[in-house]
């Protein structure tokens, strides 16, 4: 047997859930994510937990496209994951809106074979 990842896409809800300039956490296939929504209408996903202190990301400040933790002012650019120091960096996911206003998250999960 091997371990395979297999990417696929998770319907977290409507886009109205999460309000412009907040983010929410979502548990995925045992994985914590949080999704942001910046106040120009973008959505971004990254782990849910900081590096530096598994602060709660979602509950940080959303400015532009760079998240503030909410435990000790680590900032992160959310289209990279990369830490604006270029000391860590956070898992990203793809997200995306449908037609419908639905939003959809691309995870790879993994399943033995």
């Known amino acids: 047997m091997r371990d395979t990842a297999v990417m696929s896409e998770v319907l977290l809800g409507p886009t109205a859930a999460i309000p412009p300039g907040e983010g929410r956490t979502f548990e995925v296939a045992g994985d914590r994510i949080a999704v942001f929504h910046t106040r120009t209408g973008g959505f971004y996903a990254t782990q849910a937990e900081c590096p530096h202190r598994q602060g709660p990301l979602a509950d940080g400040l959303v400015g532009g496209t760079t998240l503030?933790?909410?435990?000790?002012?680590?900032?992160?650019?959310?289209?990279?994951?990369?830490?604006?120091?270029?000391?860590?960096?956070?898992?990203?996911?793809?997200v995306r809106v449908d037609e419908a206003g639905q939003l959809w998250l691309s995870h790879s999960g993994n399943w033995r074979q």
């Open 68 to 94: 503030i933790c909410p435990l000790h002012s680590w900032k992160f650019d959310l289209t990279t994951g990369q830490h604006l120091d270029g000391e860590s960096c956070l898992k990203t996911y793809p």
